[in-house]
């Protein structure tokens, strides 16, 4: 279990004296079963998110559980780590039995602390504007999603129902704060709508760029001897409009997967090309979940994978996923952020087998 | 402040040990100065130089274990984090893996140092930038890049009378240029001791002129390849075979050097004959500090040779119970090469892709170690033993154990990122799509 608190203190010649007291915790854990006789091993990570809370987070309240598909309990904003560990445990088992993957394309349906993931790499990163610009050329990369695309007013990010925000003022997130590190309060925007690419994330001297006259408030700094520069504020999709739940859309699916939690990510230094894995899978077959498959991972590219968002479960079913070490940077400084969404439908997603995947 | 001299950082680390009322007690004190320069769109964005002197000091109660860390050093501050260590180790549960802290030793002295290095100053490093920056707007190339340099030196102290002390400098330079067209990109990187030997604008030069090969990529399908993989490419995906070195997840079955049955794979052909690693902190090209954190000593060890696993690392508890020489991990590696230059393996190459570096590179399934990422930064087809023609970048899905297996030449190793790296030319290296990413 990692406990932060970060004690700021901020200064300066505009006039500003600012004192935050910033807490956030993240207990999590690995289940690892080895079958000696195959040789083989299985793991299973914690489905909690990394949270800006304290201990109350640990209370494991039933109000804050979701009662998931095959049995699963599923985390609000309070975590039953005991509960998790033995569903863990359960799964890593299961997990020696479970069925391969056949490579293919299929319907997804990504839980919040699968799809927090996704969010972050694939529409959090490409919308820094210090990278859009190029001043992370040299480390984190540049961005597809470039200016001329922006001032277009086209650009379709995503299907019409992706909406996407982001938001310094979320209770419980990480990157919640009064205020930035130049002083600049907290606060929400757009930065998708209806799927099209309306904005960006920018600090005070980058916001002019834009035609903007307020900056976002995005600037931050990992420690006191550290530069502070544009970094990713909570980015998150908003919850469906209509009343929708995981149980109900799952049930409208033929040939699917449901994927839960943080596995193997890796995305191109523009962001285009992506390759996302899980903790859990489960085989979707004609409306209901036929059992636990192994070795599954899903490739794709950034514009299309969004495009082919379908539905999206509705606000009841609203999760965070965060992180506490998003890189970027040179010297490289950590940052903590949050991703809320609720259960999301994609369709006909390009997926390969990991066990295999060397040998294709 | 941040450098002191052996005798300065021994009185500190005594100083602290005679304020103990624990039934042991370990001291590591750090010094570093880091300085460094960052510029983008041809034009610096940000340079600094942090200085800081740091403390931990652990105490221990039986098998109960409290480390406190300060940076301050008057003796208030020193004897308050003492106790503090002391306090917290009273409070924590036993660990039943505890192992008393080592006895002197003795260690051999290793070059880790330059003058050179220690000397650097913000002028140097403004020098440093402009000699890359003014070549690339020179051509209308844009460059982004970052200089780093490291001075410092690590003591360690403990009841027990084990005592050590190494001074250190350490420098990293990396450059990625681009075309104004945003069609080609080029890197090129530099991992120095002593900084004599930096020279960023032939550095430079290097990513520019990869930077204009790289444009107008072509596509080629994905598929199995024979690749030359540069030393930036092929150091960053057998450091991950070199982090699961472990002995204990090896015999517990966590890990890709585990045997089927229980225990570990130690004295198994596992890759190509030609397959020699090794770790040798005092090789000239490529030192390292003579000793690990908890005082043991670090030695020239074999790692793989003749393509079979001849050592695994161990912490002290588990190579205790397994009643085996204890190992620490390696500071740096080396993989042996030959004298052939890159330009010989491209040469002799009828088909294939050579790769700068890779990008993004994660853990897909631990059990083979397969790992993804993407090519970038310049990636280019050979074809009859020359450089044909910029392909478009690639997504992999691949292990560093099959690269092992498959790896057909190597050529004379570099220092990069603390190892040593020969180019590597290996044959079925698997390309699973292909990224739109320049």
């Given amino acids: ?360 | 402040m941040a450098m002191l001299n052996e005798q300065e950082a021994k009185k500190i680390i005594d100083k602290v040990l005679s304020y103990a009322k624990a039934d042991e007690t370990s001291v590591t004190l750090i010094g570093e100065r880091i300085g460094n320069i960052r510029y983008a769109r041809n034009t610096v964005s940000t340079s600094g130089e942090a200085d800081n002197l740091s403390l931990a000091v652990t105490s221990i109660f039986g098998k109960r274990s409290g480390t406190a860390t300060i940076n301050e050093f008057d003796d208030i501050s020193l004897e308050k984090t003492l106790r503090r260590s002391e306090e917290i180790a009273r409070l924590a549960p036993e660990n039943p893996e505890y192992m008393s802290l080592l006895g002197p030793q003795q260690y051999s002295k290793s070059n880790t140092y330059s003058e050179n290095t220690s000397k650097i100053n913000p002028l140097y490093r403004a020098n440093a930038a402009f000699a890359s920056i003014q070549p690339c707007i020179n051509k209308k190339l844009t460059a982004a890049g970052y200089l780093q340099d490291n001075t410092g030196f690590i003591a360690i102290g403990n009841s027990k009378r084990l005592y050590g002390y190494n001074k250190i400098t350490n420098g990293d330079f990396s450059i990625t240029v681009r075309t104004a067209d945003e069609k080609g990109s080029g890197y090129a990187t530099q991992n120095f001791t002593d900084a004599s030997r930096l020279n960023t604008k032939a550095v430079t030069e290097i990513a520019m002129n990869k930077a204009i090969a790289s444009r107008d990529a072509k596509e080629l399908a994905p598929g199995k390849y024979t690749v030359i993989l540069e030393p930036e490419a092929g150091g960053e995906l057998l450091q991950l075979l070199i982090n699961t070195l472990d002995a204990r997840n090896a015999d517990e079955g966590r890990s890709f050097f585990g045997r089927k049955g229980g225990g570990n794979k130690i004295g198994e052909k596992l890759f190509k004959e030609n397959v020699h690693i090794y770790s040798d902190p005092f090789n000239i090209d490529n030192p390292g500090s003579p000793f690990a954190l908890d005082g043991r000593r670090q030695e020239k060890i074999s790692w793989i040779e003749n393509g079979i696993l001849k050592n695994l690392y161990y912490s002290r508890y588990w190579a205790n119970t397994k009643g085996v020489n204890s190992l620490p991990s390696p500071s740096g590696f080396i993989m042996s090469g030959t004298n052939q230059s890159q330009s010989d393996l491209i040469k002799e190459t009828e088909k294939g892709i050579l790769v700068t570096r890779f990008w993004y590179i994660r853990a897909v399934d631990p059990q083979t170690l397969v790992f993804t990422g993407l090519t970038r930064d310049g990636t280019f087809y050979i074809e009859n033993g020359k450089i044909k023609h910029a392909v478009k970048n690639f997504r992999f899905n691949e292990s560093p154990a099959n690269m092992l297996t498959n790896l057909v030449a190597v050529g004379k190793p570099v220092r990069i990122s603390g190892n040593m790296i020969p180019p590597m030319k290996i044959k079925d290296f698997n390309f699973t799509s292909l990224s739109d990413a320049v």
């Fill in chain 1, 1 to 360: 279990m990692s406990f932060v608190n970060e004690q700021k203190y901020f200064a300066s010649t505009d006039g500003s004296y600012i004192e935050q007291d910033i807490h956030r915790l993240w207990p999590t854990f690995t289940v690892t079963v080895v079958d000696k006789q195959t040789g083989k091993f299985k793991t299973r990570d914690a489905l909690s998110a990394p949270m800006g809370m304290g201990y109350e987070y640990l209370a494991g309240k039933a109000s804050e559980k979701i009662s998931g598909p095959n049995d699963l309990i599923l985390y609000r904003y309070s975590y039953d780590m005991v509960e998790d560990a033995v569903q863990a445990a359960k799964q890593a088992k299961e997990k020696h039995t479970a069925k391969s993957i056949q490579p293919g394309k299929y319907d997804l349906v990504l839980d919040p602390n699968h799809l927090g993931l996704t969010i972050h790499e694939s529409i959090g990163h490409p919308l820094e504007l210090d990278r859009v610009l190029g001043y992370e050329a040299n480390y984190a990369g540049t961005s597809f999603a470039t200016l001329d695309k922006w001032k277009s007013g086209k650009f379709n990010f995503g299907s019409n129902i992706v909406n996407i925000v982001a938001d310094r003022t979320q209770p419980h997130f990480l990157n919640t704060v009064g205020y930035d590190d130049e002083g600049v309060p907290g606060k929400e925007w757009e930065l998708i709508k209806n799927g099209t690419l309306i904005n960006y994330q920018a600090t005070r001297d980058q916001v002019h760029m834009l035609g903007q006259k307020q900056s976002h408030g995005c600037c931050h700094a990992d420690s006191w001897n550290s530069a502070q520069f544009q970094r990713m504020p909570n980015v998150s999709l908003r919850a469906g409009k209509e009343k929708l739940n995981v149980h109900d859309m799952i049930k409208k699916v033929e040939n699917g997967i449901y994927i839960l939690g943080r596995g193997s990510y890796s995305i191109d230094q523009q962001r285009y090309n992506f390759q996302f894995g899980g903790q859990v899978f489960y085989e979707i077959k004609n409306g209901k979940i036929t059992g636990m498959l192994d070795d599954v991972a899903y490739q794709s590219n950034t514009q299309q994978f969004w495009n082919s968002c379908v539905e999206i479960c509705d606000k009841d079913d609203y999760r965070s996923f965060g992180t506490f070490r998003d890189g970027k940077g040179q010297p490289s400084q950590v940052s903590a952020v949050s991703h809320g969404s609720s259960t999301s439908r994609f369709n006909n997603v390009n997926i390969i087998n990991t066990n295999s995947s060397a040998n294709i």
